[in-house]
């Protein structure tokens, strides 16, 4: 087995323990690989091994992967922070985006999206931290935001995605990854219809996991340190 086969399967497995350990459905945790700085010849070969869904940060980046690829059975989320000027190719490229965070760029993106793609699915990014350098809205504008949401109907509002500052200690990460489920219980209860929560990375998938995730974003456990 190759590096990244192996590492796949690792992770697979580590998935699936704490899934049984934290009383969570086989299966219902699913593993995007973040594919950011990572060369085409990585994803050819994750895809290789059955993962078909990818994260990207850079959209040059991303595009440029995109289109050398060519692959229609890859599904590529936009991860990254999100610059007004590049939701046209967002809307035109992506199946994803988890950092919406302005309902300037959910109108831009409902405007760019081609009419024969399905609605882009996008998850809101929440500032979980309290963090003033980080993106995301905070718990209390969301509400709001989701009924903002509401007439953009090439839009598909998903779910949420929180990027918690890193902590070592496993009860400690655990303490944002519950508070994001239960804002999107309670954004469920109102109605919004949300089935996606993108929390956990390399570091803390297991926290996640333990707290109601269904899809966790790992780059570095997969392809290795970053350069
Ligand atoms: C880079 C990145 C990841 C992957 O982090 P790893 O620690 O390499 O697993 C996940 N989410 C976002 C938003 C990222 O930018």
């Known amino acids: 087995m190759t590096g990244i086969s192996q590492a796949l399967a690792t992770i697979r497995a580590a998935i699936e323990n704490a899934e049984a ?8 945790v699913s593993l995007l690989a973040v594919s950011k700085t990572r060369p085409v010849a990585d994803i050819c070969e994750s895809l290789a091994c059955g993962q078909h869904e990818f994260g990207e940060n850079y959209l040059q980046e991303a595009l440029d992967k995109i289109s050398a690829l060519g692959d229609p059975r890859l599904i590529w989320h936009f991860i990254g922070p999100v610059q007004s000027n590049k ?3 967002i809307a035109e490229h992506f199946h994803w985006i988890h950092s919406l965070d302005r309902l300037k760029v959910a109108r831009r993106l409902h405007d760019a999206r081609p009419a024969h793609l399905p609605p882009l699915n996008v998850l809101i990014q929440i500032n979980i931290s309290g963090e003033s350098s980080k993106s995301g809205i905070t718990a209390g504008e969301l509400l709001q935001f989701i009924n903002g949401l509401k007439d953009f109907t090439r839009l598909r509002a998903r779910g949420l995605m929180v990027l918690p ?8 990460q655990r303490l944002p990854f519950r508070e994001t489920r239960r804002l999107f219980d ?3 209860a109102a109605g919004a219809g949300l089935d ?9 998938m297991e926290a996640a996991i333990a707290e109601g995730t269904t899809l ?7 392809f290795g340190p970053r350069r």
């Open 216 to 222: 966790v974003r790992i780059g570095t456990a997969l």
């Open 165 to 172: 500052e890193p902590k070592h200690d496993f009860e400690q």
């Open 21 to 28: 350990r934290f009383q969570r459905s086989p299966g219902s």
């Open 196 to 204: 996606t929560l993108s929390m956990g990375t390399t570091q803390d």
């Open 186 to 188: 309670e954004m469920n």
């Open 87 to 89: 939701t046209r190719a």
